[in-house]
């Protein structure tokens, strides 16, 4: 094999390891977080919900965890979760949470810094967002969940998250 045609394989077999299908995301382990995204009304909920059904089936453990402030996992699976991780019934290895962004970031403001940060907060647009997104995720990295599947808010909320 030449020198050209081992690269067109190469970038072949890199094309084939991201396509975008269902059955990738679901052969790829070294996935670990899965961010389902959109405009509101278009789907997020459903789409995350069935794709972490899905993984755990393939996976040792997931978490879906939700961002948007409508919550409607809790409709989707006719269970109410709270903030912190719980067992999604019928299901040995799959979890849930709803978490509250308000919540967060009124506990941030708790703190010893908290007339720093309610300035702060009152300065920049979409810094509580910000806030709240940055605790959710020192919080689920240390989750031993093999793979963990985002429900974000619409996409202007998830913007503002992702900005910082």
Not at 50 to 77: C, G, K, M, W, Y
Not at 110 to 116: I, L, N, T, V
Not at 147 to 160: E, M
Request: net charge negative; charged share 15%; aromatic share 8%.
């Amino acid at each position: 094999m030449t020198d050209s045609s081992s690269a067109q394989a190469q970038y072949f077999d890199a094309e084939e390891a991201n396509d975008p299908t269902l059955n990738n995301i679901l052969d790829q382990h070294s996935l670990k977080w899965i961010f389902v995204g959109g405009k509101g009304g278009v789907g997020k909920t459903t789409v995350s919900c069935s794709l972490a059904i899905l993984l755990s089936q393939v996976r040792e453990s997931v978490l879906l965890v939700s961002t948007d402030p409508a919550h409607n996992i809790s409709d989707a699976f006719n269970q109410k979760f709270s903030g912190e991780p719980t067992k999604v019934n019928g299901f040995s290895n799959l979890y849930a949470m709803e978490v509250e962004t308000k919540a967060e970031s009124e506990e941030l403001l708790q703190s010893p810094m908290a007339s720093m940060l309610a300035q702060i907060q009152q300065s920049l647009p979409g810094i509580d967002e910000m806030m709240s997104f940055s605790t959710l995720m020192r919080q689920v990295q240390g989750y031993p969940f093999s793979v963990v599947v985002f429900d974000t808010a619409p996409t202007g909320h998830t913007l503002r998250f992702l900005s910082f």
